[in-house]
């Protein structure tokens, strides 16, 4: 029985509306009243709030398209990161958009297509849904990525960047083709359901399909070995792009990882259990190591996104060995995501607002930033050391519940996990630290830097405070973060 | 014999193509050829598709419509691709993907 | 000669039987002279240097008040009924059972030790407000030895183990203060830091001793610690050998006995006046205090014990003694005098005279501070040290000069002075108990301590002068103690005449052991006429040859040497049997190789480790971000890609290029996972 | 009334952060109100802490007191559950006045780069996480508050440390000490704890078999003790160890505490030492040996010989420094040594001499921190050789040194003593189960390591407070101890008498709660 719910799409209706509007005014801006489509998107994504705390608040939950698109609590609560992740992303993006003065009307255009993209993603309860929706949300990154076109960097983060998609992509494909073959299904109901009367819960092939599968989500969660993409193209792009690429696009991976594997594959744990151990071993292991030899900001930012993925990535591990593992496991990547996304967006919009000053992304330029730009250095040292994890700083209780996660399972595989990712944490310390220490342990340079560039800062400014607000307060009180963990595991019946 | 070993055939069509697809995407220089590498991918993925809703026969013809949006979207990336491509070959005077090294520590 | 039964005594009071009383409010207050000096010292540190005397006169006026009080203690417990009296007040309680209390115990020997301290400190103190005249740090001076006063009184005033060791340390660390008291010279700090040192080394054995007898008995109180010795408790039994010769060995330090009097000499640093109260009189008796203490433990349980202390008390009587024939320096003959007289205290309580052993330490503290202090007045007018320097002062310096012959002998034991005495019931008892060798070699021992003296006297008070500038007899503040020290070196030794009991006083044996805790020793009842005449004659013939070897004729004969070279024993005396040779080696291999060596395994070893970690993390991380994540892949990439041409055969050369790696790579990883995941896992 | 009671524990640990807060508003050049508002606040604090001594019912020291049990993370258990007892009443207290004492100390004495607004604005900080930490009855709590210590730490150390370059062994490149220090610092700590939380989660889990809720409260886990054994309960104390082990710090996880206290700032030293060290062994006697006394048996003889190398190690290494902090900090080693080898006995007079060990510790080893800042300050230079004759110089702080150098070899009388002998006594006869030659074989290695502390202690006062003053400092001006030191001095002085000659200042409070804690711990080894 197909019947919609105006009020249960508008969110999406609200962007999408948004994103026609900022193309129609683009039209008719002149060129030096061309912010004015920031201002526009940016109240777009606070209108498409408005719904969603309705519905969140009122407890509904909605089923359209003979349950294709599902809003539920799960659905609400991601819809909403998404939307504030996309909400400070536009104001990273103001400043440094308009300093640069690149097509700033396309640039928002893309940038709302994607969250309309990860929007969508959140409801789709079919491969078809999830396919269109993933696709929508990377296919405007490819073009945003290269968005310097005038920097060869950028071009190039662009094309590695639209290669490696499209394999994956490809290779996605190819597995829930094999789904599809094997099921005769698409919605993951339907794929459950004829896995578990079909007993097909050990069949290789079915294996081969989880695993093809896992590479379309590996990439877009850049999960080692699927993550080589990632530092060139965080490096290249406009840094607000990489922003968004590390958590919104990141966040979108996870997402559709977790409807496809709690939803449709939650039996064939066989499969995708191990596969993900390895890849969370893997992804910390490779990308810790890694990042302690980035001297470039940015490069580091990535190296450490790929790192914080495989932290994500560990409580599916748990989910697949324990036996109440699926409900614990998505509580905790909930919670790591949305910690996560505030976060890593408050690293980057100091780093971006740091680089505006200091002109350039390395490290070792940074140096004094605590003494000339106090509060600057205080900003940079919460965010970093909040990505490494210490109390009481939010970043603390996404690694815990990540630990909890793992540690529900006493079997040996989980403690080992437990283990690795407990060094790695103590590893990851010291890059980010190496941050803080430059900032502020070094001499400031002789010549200190001022910020010459042209726009506005406070969007910029006003991105870092709620970040900060959000980082300090779930820091001392997670039980905020906990709200989005239980609200989301209702996704597992 | 019937639908059983017909699927088959396809099915080994469209993986040989599908593997010919990913090897030419990690041979190729020339990216316009890496693109159509990735054509070949997708088309491997809609035969597959096809040949399992006529084994399925579902009722709202899945695989037919999942084929569907892959051509669309198909079409949207070879797009996003060329421009890609064109905005290098803008800035390089050079479409080969082999060359892109710049960010290598 | 009396056996007293220590079993039957220590019973009776117990039981209330014994005939004691409480003191009254002398008892009850006898807290204040424990406090008092302690209150002087946080005085005169914190208000000393204004005050007029800068300090002294607290100093002073403390002591004078300890010695009214302990003086009526002394009247209180002679008689037929002494005085027994015990106080405690709870410090804390520290689970297992075990309490730790601080308070203060009036029995004869602690009114003994009570008295001795007060009145040879009075005498120092006074003396030393003389001395120090224009000295540097007086007010420090004062406090420091106000410091040790209280220390001192704390550690004999003590009812448990507990405090000793407070007050055993607190005396140490006194000793220290006033031994470096001129620091400025790293030789004098020195010697006060191997005074502490040694102590502490000997402490060790004290405080697992202690620690020992409290986990058993599950008390640190003397009363209980006799209680289970004299029921011969089944607790204390298997370990009190153990426990015993550890509290000895803790005795042996601040005792210098043998091996641990290496410190005692190198103490003559500090101001005469410390080494008249701290290293002669008093300080270095706490030893025998303890023995004296503990005595029912080594009396009853311990008798194993026994043989090793009376070795080292032996040696140390005899081998100490002889160091002293060839010292150059005044103070350090005193110093190695004394020693050897506090191996013949050791010796005493050892073999199982109580009295014997405690009525030598109390004789000894009057005739030797009096001998220090005669010392110190000398080193005051000729300002040396060394006897070489001096020569013929009683003429003039004629109160000194006759204080310190009298010092002398008593200290040589010639009848009828202190001395005499109290050797006398040494030889006596040993005698008794039928450690007749060494009774013999202490025999041997008091001839050669006549010998030294004699030397030292003929030395410094005979022949000519030899030293510069006019010597002038010392002030009167100083001379003035000297006689009131002279006074006990003469008579001290009537209050123990074997045989005879003064009326009103008692004798010294009923002071000491019907109200004491520790009894049950054997003393002498009468004189044994042929040992005393065995002691007076080693004594005398010692004087006798001390006066012809270095009397002002021998002095003449042989201007330049002062002392008799012994081939092959002279030279192992010049070095202190090398004794001091093995302790500094000792120490130099903690400082050096071993300290350096731990250093080195914590720089290099341990943190070499940390370090190589981090660096090994680096490294690991380069290889990982430039081998694996940046570059290895190529390997990969073109094994994949060669396996791919290898079936196809399509391309002879493979060309993979930067984006064709990272998806090479892709492939790859998924291949391995599909490997691992299908067909390994 | 009740309201205290309700209060008084949270207004104790979070005023200093609410005060590092409102610190921050006030404009940084305005040093002095900085000052003042910072002393007001740690000395409000203090104040609480001392009504909170004053109202505690030591009748009943071994019950948590002035408790607080409130929900905080509902979804994983955690809740807001503090209080006081017996043995951590007295580290409180002693938390919130050293913080006091660094204030007023810090008044005229900052290190390069100055900045007292960030600098106490980090020491208050530091106060909510050291008192959190005494007072957290839930381990993920207790987890928060033994971490966030770590960040200002870390930052007072690498901002206003030790500039001086440094060849570190194994590295090619020298680095300013600072950098060194606070990394390693940083990096040994957060490892330890990272293995710590693994524990904690462990017994979180464990504890909610056989039918009932996981919980992390630690009372309740006490309760549960019986849930916890085998193997697992051997990890899940390995994983704890190694995190207390590293606070500690034990050998041979102590090689960033010379680093770090060379490195510190004066009061960054003397916090560390004299507080964030009893964190760890404080951690022991709360968490480790209550939840999991089985296991705590089966590590004890070890951890008895990580002590007492450590109390060899530490002198025998002192005696090897040149620099008068590393030295102390080396003998932090040593008398940590002591306070574990108390706990590993796993008695009463143990348990309770490892307590008093970190009082005294805390009280002492400040001290001469304090004093080693003091003189580097003036000096200019912390190398014994170029010291000397300080005493001369100025007589009252070397009169300090000497006192304080006599307290940390535990001289009797004075309040270092009480924690060695004790931990001494303990080993003669640790808890029954345990071998008791192998304790006292420890025992005695213990007391031949007090005769080492005295050897560097008074070979250190050689070098530095007594003989000539070298030629260096000839002509020149010395102040001695200025007011501001005089009273941040003073408390510590006469608290170590004080504790020396009457230590049931410390004691009558734990001792209770020790008894307690040992015979519920090990009810089946000291039944009948």
Same mark, same amino acid.
């Not at chain 3, 074997?498 to 009842?525: N, Q, Y």
């Given at each position: 029985?197909?019947?919609?719910?105006?009020?249960?799409?508008?969110?999406?209706?609200?962007?999408?509306?948004?994103?026609?509007?900022?193309?129609?005014?683009?039209?008719?801006?002149?060129?030096?009243?061309?912010?004015?489509?920031?201002?526009?998107?940016?109240?777009?994504?606070?209108?498409?709030?408005?719904?969603?705390?309705?519905?969140?608040?009122?407890?509904?939950?909605?089923?359209?398209?003979?349950?294709?698109?599902?809003?539920?609590?799960?659905?609400?609560?991601?819809?909403?990161?998404?939307?504030?992740?996309?909400?400070?992303?536009?104001?990273?993006?103001?400043?440094?958009?308009?300093?640069?003065?690149?097509?700033?009307?396309?640039?928002?255009?893309?940038?709302?297509?994607?969250?309309?993209?990860?929007?969508?993603?959140?409801?789709?309860?079919?491969?078809?849904?999830?396919?269109?929706?993933?696709?929508?949300?990377?296919?405007?990154?490819?073009?945003?990525?290269?968005?310097?076109?005038?920097?060869?960097?950028?071009?190039?983060?662009?094309?590695?960047?639209?290669?490696?998609?499209?394999?994956?992509?490809?290779?996605?494909?190819?597995?829930?083709?094999?789904?599809?073959?094997?099921?005769?299904?698409?919605?993951?109901?339907?794929?459950?359901?004829?896995?578990?009367?079909?007993?097909?819960?050990?069949?290789?092939?079915?294996?081969?399909?989880?695993?093809?599968?896992?590479?379309?989500?590996?990439?877009?969660?850049?999960?080692?070995?699927?993550?080589?993409?990632?530092?060139?193209?965080?490096?290249?792009?406009?840094?607000?792009?990489?922003?968004?690429?590390?958590?919104?696009?990141?966040?979108?991976?996870?997402?559709?990882?977790?409807?496809?594997?709690?939803?449709?594959?939650?039996?064939?744990?066989?499969?995708?259990?191990?596969?993900?151990?390895?890849?969370?071993?893997?992804?910390?292991?490779?990308?810790?190591?890694?990042?302690?030899?980035?001297?470039?900001?940015?490069?580091?930012?990535?190296?450490?996104?790929?790192?914080?993925?495989?932290?994500?990535?560990?409580?599916?591990?748990?989910?697949?060995?324990?036996?109440?593992?699926?409900?614990?496991?998505?509580?905790?990547?909930?919670?790591?995501?949305?910690?996560?996304?505030?976060?890593?967006?408050?690293?980057?919009?100091?780093?971006?607002?740091?680089?505006?000053?200091?002109?350039?992304?390395?490290?070792?330029?940074?140096?004094?930033?605590?003494?000339?730009?106090?509060?600057?250095?205080?900003?940079?040292?919460?965010?970093?050391?909040?990505?490494?994890?210490?109390?009481?700083?939010?970043?603390?209780?996404?690694?815990?519940?990540?630990?909890?996660?793992?540690?529900?399972?006493?079997?040996?595989?989980?403690?080992?996990?437990?283990?690795?990712?407990?060094?790695?944490?103590?590893?990851?310390?010291?890059?980010?630290?190496?941050?803080?220490?430059?900032?502020?342990?070094?001499?400031?340079?002789?010549?200190?830097?001022?910020?010459?560039?042209?726009?506005?800062?406070?969007?910029?400014?006003?991105?870092?405070?709620?970040?900060?607000?959000?980082?300090?307060?779930?820091?001392?009180?997670?039980?905020?973060?906990?709200?989005?963990?239980?609200?989301?595991?209702?996704?597992?019946? | 014999?019937?639908?059983?070993?017909?699927?088959?055939?396809?099915?080994?069509?469209?993986?040989?193509?599908?593997?010919?697809?990913?090897?030419?995407?990690?041979?190729?220089?020339?990216?316009?050829?890496?693109?159509?590498?990735?054509?070949?991918?997708?088309?491997?993925?809609?035969?597959?598709?096809?040949?399992?809703?006529?084994?399925?026969?579902?009722?709202?013809?899945?695989?037919?419509?999942?084929?569907?949006?892959?051509?669309?979207?198909?079409?949207?990336?070879?797009?996003?691709?060329?421009?890609?491509?064109?905005?290098?070959?803008?800035?390089?005077?050079?479409?080969?993907?082999?060359?892109?090294?710049?960010?290598?520590? | 000669?009396?056996?007293?039964?220590?079993?039957?005594?220590?019973?009776?009071?117990?039981?209330?039987?014994?005939?004691?009383?409480?003191?009254?409010?002398?008892?009850?207050?006898?807290?204040?002279?424990?406090?008092?000096?302690?209150?002087?010292?946080?005085?005169?540190?914190?208000?000393?240097?204004?005050?007029?005397?800068?300090?002294?006169?607290?100093?002073?006026?403390?002591?004078?008040?300890?010695?009214?009080?302990?003086?009526?203690?002394?009247?209180?417990?002679?008689?037929?009924?002494?005085?027994?009296?015990?106080?405690?007040?709870?410090?804390?309680?520290?689970?297992?059972?075990?309490?730790?209390?601080?308070?203060?115990?009036?029995?004869?020997?602690?009114?003994?030790?009570?008295?001795?301290?007060?009145?040879?400190?009075?005498?120092?103190?006074?003396?030393?407000?003389?001395?120090?005249?224009?000295?540097?740090?007086?007010?420090?001076?004062?406090?420091?030895?106000?410091?040790?006063?209280?220390?001192?009184?704390?550690?004999?005033?003590?009812?448990?183990?507990?405090?000793?060791?407070?007050?055993?340390?607190?005396?140490?660390?006194?000793?220290?203060?006033?031994?470096?008291?001129?620091?400025?010279?790293?030789?004098?700090?020195?010697?006060?830091?191997?005074?502490?040192?040694?102590?502490?080394?000997?402490?060790?054995?004290?405080?697992?001793?202690?620690?020992?007898?409290?986990?058993?008995?599950?008390?640190?109180?003397?009363?209980?610690?006799?209680?289970?010795?004299?029921?011969?408790?089944?607790?204390?039994?298997?370990?009190?050998?153990?426990?015993?010769?550890?509290?000895?060995?803790?005795?042996?330090?601040?005792?210098?006995?043998?091996?641990?009097?290496?410190?005692?000499?190198?103490?003559?640093?500090?101001?005469?006046?410390?080494?008249?109260?701290?290293?002669?009189?008093?300080?270095?008796?706490?030893?025998?205090?303890?023995?004296?203490?503990?005595?029912?433990?080594?009396?009853?349980?311990?008798?194993?014990?026994?043989?090793?202390?009376?070795?080292?008390?032996?040696?140390?009587?005899?081998?100490?003694?002889?160091?002293?024939?060839?010292?150059?320096?005044?103070?350090?003959?005193?110093?190695?005098?004394?020693?050897?007289?506090?191996?013949?205290?050791?010796?005493?309580?050892?073999?199982?005279?109580?009295?014997?052993?405690?009525?030598?330490?109390?004789?000894?503290?009057?005739?030797?501070?009096?001998?220090?202090?005669?010392?110190?007045?000398?080193?005051?007018?000729?300002?040396?040290?060394?006897?070489?320097?001096?020569?013929?002062?009683?003429?003039?310096?004629?109160?000194?000069?006759?204080?310190?012959?009298?010092?002398?002998?008593?200290?040589?034991?010639?009848?009828?002075?202190?001395?005499?005495?109290?050797?006398?019931?040494?030889?006596?008892?040993?005698?008794?108990?039928?450690?007749?060798?060494?009774?013999?070699?202490?025999?041997?021992?008091?001839?050669?301590?006549?010998?030294?003296?004699?030397?030292?006297?003929?030395?410094?008070?005979?022949?000519?002068?030899?030293?510069?500038?006019?010597?002038?007899?010392?002030?009167?503040?100083?001379?003035?103690?000297?006689?009131?020290?002279?006074?006990?070196?003469?008579?001290?030794?009537?209050?123990?005449?074997?045989?005879?009991?003064?009326?009103?006083?008692?004798?010294?044996?009923?002071?000491?052991?019907?109200?004491?805790?520790?009894?049950?020793?054997?003393?002498?009842?009468?004189?044994?006429?042929?040992?005393?005449?065995?002691?007076?004659?080693?004594?005398?013939?010692?004087?006798?040859?001390?006066?012809?070897?270095?009397?002002?004729?021998?002095?003449?004969?042989?201007?330049?040497?002062?002392?008799?070279?012994?081939?092959?024993?002279?030279?192992?005396?010049?070095?202190?049997?090398?004794?001091?040779?093995?302790?500094?080696?000792?120490?130099?291999?903690?400082?050096?190789?071993?300290?350096?060596?731990?250093?080195?395994?914590?720089?290099?070893?341990?943190?070499?480790?940390?370090?190589?970690?981090?660096?090994?993390?680096?490294?690991?991380?380069?290889?990982?971000?430039?081998?694996?994540?940046?570059?290895?892949?190529?390997?990969?990439?073109?094994?994949?890609?060669?396996?791919?041409?290898?079936?196809?055969?399509?391309?002879?050369?493979?060309?993979?290029?930067?984006?064709?790696?990272?998806?090479?790579?892709?492939?790859?990883?998924?291949?391995?996972?599909?490997?691992?995941?299908?067909?390994?896992? | 009334?009740?309201?205290?009671?309700?209060?008084?524990?949270?207004?104790?640990?979070?005023?200093?952060?609410?005060?590092?807060?409102?610190?921050?508003?006030?404009?940084?050049?305005?040093?002095?109100?900085?000052?003042?508002?910072?002393?007001?606040?740690?000395?409000?604090?203090?104040?609480?802490?001392?009504?909170?001594?004053?109202?505690?019912?030591?009748?009943?020291?071994?019950?948590?007191?002035?408790?607080?049990?409130?929900?905080?993370?509902?979804?994983?258990?955690?809740?807001?559950?503090?209080?006081?007892?017996?043995?951590?009443?007295?580290?409180?207290?002693?938390?919130?006045?050293?913080?006091?004492?660094?204030?007023?100390?810090?008044?005229?004495?900052?290190?390069?780069?100055?900045?007292?607004?960030?600098?106490?604005?980090?020491?208050?900080?530091?106060?909510?996480?050291?008192?959190?930490?005494?007072?957290?009855?839930?381990?993920?709590?207790?987890?928060?508050?033994?971490?966030?210590?770590?960040?200002?730490?870390?930052?007072?150390?690498?901002?206003?440390?030790?500039?001086?370059?440094?060849?570190?062994?194994?590295?090619?490149?020298?680095?300013?000490?600072?950098? +060194? $220090?606070? /990394?390693?610092?940083? *990096?040994?700590? #957060?490892?330890?704890? =990272?293995?710590?939380?693994?524990? &904690?989660? @462990?017994?979180?889990?464990?504890?909610?078999?056989?039918?009932?809720?996981?919980?992390?409260?630690?009372?309740?886990?006490?309760?549960?003790?019986?849930?916890?054994?085998?193997?697992?309960?051997?990890?899940?104390?390995?994983?704890?160890?190694?995190?207390?082990?590293?606070?500690?710090?034990?050998?041979?996880?102590?090689?960033?505490?010379?680093?770090?206290?060379?490195?510190?700032?004066?009061?960054?030293?003397?916090?560390?030492?004299?507080?964030?060290?009893?964190?760890?062994? +404080? $951690?022991? /006697?709360?968490?480790? *040996?209550?939840? #999991?006394?089985?296991? =705590?048996?089966?590590?004890?003889? &070890?951890? @008895?010989?990580?002590?007492?190398?450590?109390?060899?190690?530490?002198?025998?290494?002192?005696?090897?420094?040149?620099?008068?902090?590393?030295?102390?900090?080396?003998?932090?080693?040593?008398?940590?040594?002591?306070?574990?080898?108390?706990?590993?006995?796993?008695?009463?007079?143990?348990?309770?001499?490892?307590?008093?060990?970190?009082?005294?510790?805390?009280?002492?080893?400040?001290?001469?921190?304090?004093?080693?800042?003091?003189?580097?300050?003036?000096?200019?230079?912390?190398?014994?050789?170029?010291?000397?004759?300080?005493?001369?110089?100025?007589?009252?702080?070397?009169?300090?040194?000497?006192?304080?150098?006599?307290?940390?070899?535990?001289?009797?009388?004075?309040?270092?003593?009480?924690?060695?002998?004790?931990?001494?006594?303990?080993?003669?006869?640790?808890?029954?189960?345990?071998?008791?030659?192998?304790?006292?074989?420890?025992?005695?290695?213990?007391?031949?390591?007090?005769?080492?502390?005295?050897?560097?202690?008074?070979?250190?006062?050689?070098?530095?407070?007594?003989?000539?003053?070298?030629?260096?400092?000839?002509?020149?001006?010395?102040?001695?101890?200025?007011?501001?030191?005089?009273?941040?001095?003073?408390?510590?002085?006469?608290?170590?008498?004080?504790?020396?000659?009457?230590?049931?200042?410390?004691?009558?409070?734990?001792?209770?709660?020790?008894?307690?804690?040992?015979?519920?711990?090990?009810?089946?080894?000291?039944?009948?």
């Amino acid at each position: 029985m197909t019947r919609i719910d105006w009020l249960a799409i508008a969110p999406e209706l609200v962007v999408a509306g948004t994103l026609l509007v900022v193309l129609a005014v683009d039209l008719f801006l002149p060129r030096e009243r061309k912010y004015y489509v920031a201002a526009l998107a940016v109240l777009g994504t606070t209108l498409a709030m408005v719904p969603v705390i309705l519905m969140a608040v009122a407890g509904d939950s909605y089923s359209m398209f003979d349950g294709s698109y599902v809003v539920d609590q799960f659905a609400l609560v991601l819809k909403g990161v998404f939307l504030v992740a996309g909400y400070l992303v536009l104001l990273i993006s103001v400043s440094y958009v308009e300093s640069d003065r690149f097509y700033q009307g396309e640039y928002y255009l893309l940038l709302l297509s994607s969250l309309l993209g990860s929007m969508v993603l959140t409801s789709g309860r079919d491969l078809v849904v999830l396919f269109v929706a993933l696709e929508l949300t990377t296919g405007p990154l490819f073009l945003l990525a290269g968005w310097r076109k005038g920097d060869l960097r950028s071009n190039e983060a662009s094309l590695k960047f639209f290669i490696i998609g499209v394999l994956s992509t490809g290779l996605m494909l190819y597995g829930m083709s094999l789904l599809f073959g094997l099921t005769g299904e698409l919605s993951f109901a339907g794929i459950r359901e004829a896995i578990a009367s079909a007993g097909l819960a050990s069949e290789p092939v079915l294996g081969l399909a989880v695993l093809l599968i896992l590479v379309g989500f590996g990439f877009k969660v850049s999960a080692v070995p699927f993550h080589f993409w990632a530092p060139d193209t965080y490096q290249g792009s406009p840094p607000p792009v990489t922003a968004y690429l590390s958590v919104s696009s990141k966040l979108a991976g996870f997402v559709a990882m977790l409807v496809v594997i709690y939803l449709a594959l939650p039996a064939v744990t066989e499969f995708w259990g191990p596969a993900l151990w390895l890849m969370a071993a893997a992804s910390m292991t490779v990308a810790n190591l890694s990042a302690l030899r980035q001297t470039h900001l940015i490069r580091l930012l990535a190296y450490s996104s790929v790192a914080q993925a495989g932290f994500m990535l560990v409580p599916f591990a748990g989910a697949a060995i324990a036996d109440d593992g699926l409900a614990e496991g998505l509580g905790a990547t909930v919670i790591y995501l949305v910690i996560y996304a505030v976060m890593n967006l408050g690293a980057f919009a100091v780093v971006i607002a740091g680089g505006r000053r200091i002109g350039s992304y390395e490290i070792s330029e940074w140096r004094g930033l605590g003494s000339y730009a106090p509060r600057q250095g205080v900003m940079l040292a919460v965010f970093f050391l909040s990505l490494a994890g210490l109390p009481p700083l939010a970043g603390w209780f996404a690694k815990f519940v990540m630990f909890r996660a793992i540690l529900i399972s006493t079997g040996p595989a989980g403690v080992w996990l437990a283990v690795i990712a407990a060094v790695n944490a103590v590893v990851a310390f010291y890059y980010y630290a190496r941050v803080v220490k430059s900032a502020w342990f070094d001499k400031a340079p002789d010549v200190i830097p001022e910020d010459t560039e042209a726009g506005p800062t406070g969007p910029l400014n006003l991105a870092v405070g709620v970040s900060l607000v959000v980082v300090l307060v779930v820091g001392a009180f997670p039980a905020i973060a906990t709200f989005f963990g239980d609200a989301a595991a209702a996704l597992v019946p | 014999m019937g639908v059983e070993v017909i699927l088959n055939q396809f099915l080994i069509l469209a993986a040989v193509l599908f593997v010919m697809g990913v090897y030419g995407l990690l041979v190729r220089r020339n990216a316009v050829m890496v693109l159509l590498a990735v054509e070949l991918m997708l088309a491997a993925v809609n035969i597959n598709l096809v040949a399992m809703e006529a084994f399925w026969q579902t009722t709202e013809a899945l695989g037919q419509i999942l084929a569907v949006f892959i051509i669309t979207v198909a079409a949207a990336e070879v797009g996003i691709g060329l421009a890609i491509i064109l905005l290098i070959f803008r800035n390089r005077r050079s479409a080969n993907v082999d060359e892109l090294d710049l960010m290598r520590w | 000669m009396v056996n007293a039964g220590l079993t039957t005594i220590y019973l009776a009071a117990e039981e209330g039987a014994i005939h004691a009383g409480t003191g009254g409010i002398w008892s009850e207050w006898a807290g204040l002279m424990l406090i008092g000096p302690m209150l002087a010292f946080l005085v005169i540190v914190m208000f000393g240097k204004r005050m007029r005397y800068q300090g002294a006169e607290v100093a002073i006026g403390v002591m004078a008040f300890n010695l009214i009080w302990s003086t009526v203690l002394l009247v209180l417990n002679m008689g037929d009924e002494g005085v027994l009296y015990e106080r405690s007040i709870e410090i804390a309680r520290v689970g297992g059972g075990l309490v730790f209390e601080l308070g203060w115990m009036v029995d004869g020997l602690s009114i003994m030790m009570y008295w001795v301290v007060a009145a040879v400190g009075l005498a120092v103190f006074v003396y030393a407000h003389g001395y120090m005249k224009g000295e540097i740090r007086v007010t420090f001076f004062f406090a420091a030895l106000s410091l040790f006063a209280g220390s001192m009184l704390v550690l004999v005033g003590s009812p448990n183990l507990v405090q000793l060791i407070i007050g055993w340390e607190g005396v140490g660390l006194a000793s220290y203060l006033l031994i470096g008291h001129y620091w400025e010279d790293k030789e004098n700090s020195s010697a006060a830091m191997k005074a502490f040192y040694t102590n502490k080394v000997a402490d060790v054995g004290l405080i697992i001793g202690v620690i020992i007898i409290g986990v058993v008995l599950g008390s640190f109180h003397y009363w209980d610690l006799a209680a289970a010795a004299a029921e011969h408790s089944d607790l204390l039994g298997p370990v009190a050998v153990t426990a015993a010769i550890l509290l000895f060995i803790g005795a042996m330090g601040k005792s210098a006995q043998f091996p641990f009097h290496i410190w005692l000499p190198d103490a003559m640093a500090g101001p005469t006046p410390v080494s008249a109260l701290m290293h002669a009189a008093t300080m270095v008796t706490a030893g025998i205090y303890l023995m004296a203490r503990t005595f029912p433990l080594y009396q009853e349980l311990a008798t194993a014990a026994r043989p090793w202390m009376i070795a080292a008390g032996t040696i140390t009587l005899f081998g100490m003694g002889l160091l002293a024939l060839v010292v150059d320096d005044i103070k350090r003959v005193l110093a190695y005098s004394t020693v050897s007289q506090l191996g013949y205290m050791m010796t005493a309580v050892a073999a199982g005279g109580y009295t014997a052993g405690l009525f030598h330490l109390f004789t000894h503290a009057f005739f030797k501070a009096l001998l220090f202090l005669g010392a110190g007045s000398v080193i005051h007018a000729v300002h040396s040290n060394n006897m070489s320097d001096m020569g013929g002062l009683r003429h003039h310096m004629p109160h000194t000069y006759r204080t310190f012959v009298i010092g002398s002998l008593a200290l040589a034991g010639i009848f009828p002075l202190s001395g005499f005495w109290s050797k006398d019931e040494i030889l006596a008892t040993l005698g008794y108990e039928g450690y007749n060798l060494v009774m013999w070699i202490a025999v041997a021992g008091a001839f050669v301590t006549a010998f030294y003296m004699a030397r030292a006297v003929s030395l410094t008070f005979f022949g000519e002068y030899r030293g510069h500038g006019h010597p002038h007899e010392s002030p009167r503040i100083m001379t003035a103690p000297l006689w009131a020290l002279a006074v006990p070196a003469v008579i001290a030794g009537l209050v123990n005449i074997p045989g005879l009991k003064l009326p009103l006083i008692g004798s010294f044996t009923s002071w000491l052991s019907v109200r004491s805790v520790s009894m049950g020793d054997h003393h002498a009842e009468s004189i044994d006429l042929g040992l005393a005449a065995a002691g007076l004659a080693a004594a005398v013939a010692g004087l006798w040859l001390g006066w012809v070897a270095f009397g002002p004729k021998a002095a003449k004969r042989r201007a330049e040497r002062d002392w008799v070279e012994v081939p092959g024993l002279y030279p192992l005396l010049r070095q202190k049997y090398y004794l001091d040779h093995v302790a500094l080696g000792m120490v130099w291999t903690i400082r050096s190789p071993l300290a350096r060596a731990v250093n080195w395994v914590n720089d290099y070893v341990i943190d070499g480790v940390v370090n190589m970690v981090g660096a090994l993390c680096q490294g690991l991380a380069s290889l990982v971000y430039r081998g694996v994540d940046q570059r290895g892949i190529d390997g990969v990439v073109h094994g994949v890609s060669y396996g791919a041409s290898g079936m196809g055969g399509l391309l002879r050369r493979i060309q993979s290029g930067r984006v064709q790696q990272y998806a090479g790579l892709l492939v790859a990883g998924l291949l391995l996972l599909v490997v691992l995941v299908l067909f390994v896992l | 009334m009740e309201l205290f009671e309700i209060w008084a524990l949270s207004l104790i640990v979070f005023l200093p952060l609410a005060g590092a807060l409102v610190a921050l508003a006030i404009p940084k050049e305005r040093e002095e109100a900085v000052k003042l508002w910072a002393l007001g606040v740690s000395g409000v604090t203090l104040i609480l802490a001392v009504i909170v001594a004053a109202r505690f019912d030591f009748g009943a020291a071994g019950r948590f007191q002035f408790e607080v049990d409130l929900p905080w993370i509902g979804a994983i258990g955690a809740n807001y559950h503090i209080g006081v007892d017996g043995i951590s009443l007295p580290l409180l207290v002693l938390s919130a006045l050293v913080v006091v004492l660094c204030v007023i100390y810090s008044w005229k004495h900052w290190d390069e780069p100055h900045n007292p607004r960030g600098f106490l604005v980090l020491m208050l900080i530091l106060a909510t996480g050291m008192n959190g930490t005494f007072v957290a009855l839930d381990l993920v709590l207790f987890f928060i508050f033994f971490e966030l210590v770590l960040l200002p730490m870390y930052f007072m150390i690498g901002i206003w440390g030790d500039r001086t370059m440094r060849k570190i062994p194994g590295f090619k490149k020298e680095v300013e000490t600072r950098l +060194y $220090a606070a /990394i390693k610092f940083f *990096i040994f700590t #957060l490892f330890g704890s =990272a293995f710590m939380l693994l524990g &904690f989660l @462990a017994l979180y889990f464990k504890s909610g078999s056989g039918g009932l809720d996981p919980t992390f409260d630690i009372p309740e886990l006490i309760g549960r003790g019986f849930l916890f054994e085998g193997t697992f309960a051997w990890l899940v104390f390995g994983a704890m160890f190694l995190g207390f082990a590293v606070k500690v710090p034990m050998w041979p996880f102590h090689t960033w505490l010379p680093d770090a206290h060379t490195a510190a700032p004066t009061v960054g030293s003397v916090l560390l030492a004299a507080i964030l060290l009893k964190l760890g062994s +404080y $951690a022991f /006697i709360r968490i480790s *040996i209550p939840i #999991l006394p089985e296991t =705590a048996r089966e590590w004890a003889p &070890f951890i @008895a010989v990580l002590s007492v190398i450590g109390i060899i190690y530490g002198s025998l290494a002192c005696l090897a420094q040149t620099d008068v902090k590393r030295l102390i900090a080396f003998s932090s080693v040593g008398h940590m040594g002591f306070v574990m080898l108390g706990i590993a006995t796993l008695t009463e007079v143990g348990i309770n001499a490892a307590i008093i060990g970190m009082v005294a510790h805390g009280l002492i080893t400040g001290l001469l921190f304090f004093l080693a800042g003091s003189m580097h300050h003036r000096y200019h230079t912390r190398e014994m050789s170029r010291l000397g004759g300080n005493l001369k110089l100025m007589p009252v702080l070397g009169g300090i040194l000497g006192f304080t150098a006599m307290a940390s070899l535990g001289l009797p009388g004075l309040a270092g003593f009480w924690g060695e002998f004790m931990a001494l006594l303990g080993s003669y006869q640790p808890l029954p189960g345990l071998s008791t030659d192998f304790f006292r074989t420890a025992m005695v290695i213990g007391a031949i390591g007090t005769v080492l502390t005295a050897g560097y202690m008074l070979w250190m006062l050689q070098k530095v407070n007594l003989g000539e003053p070298s030629s260096e400092w000839a002509g020149k001006k010395f102040h001695d101890v200025d007011r501001y030191e005089m009273i941040a001095w003073v408390p510590l002085i006469v608290l170590i008498v004080a504790v020396g000659v009457y230590p049931k200042l410390v004691l009558g409070v734990t001792t209770d709660a020790v008894v307690g804690l040992v015979e519920t711990a090990f009810s089946s080894v000291l039944g009948g």
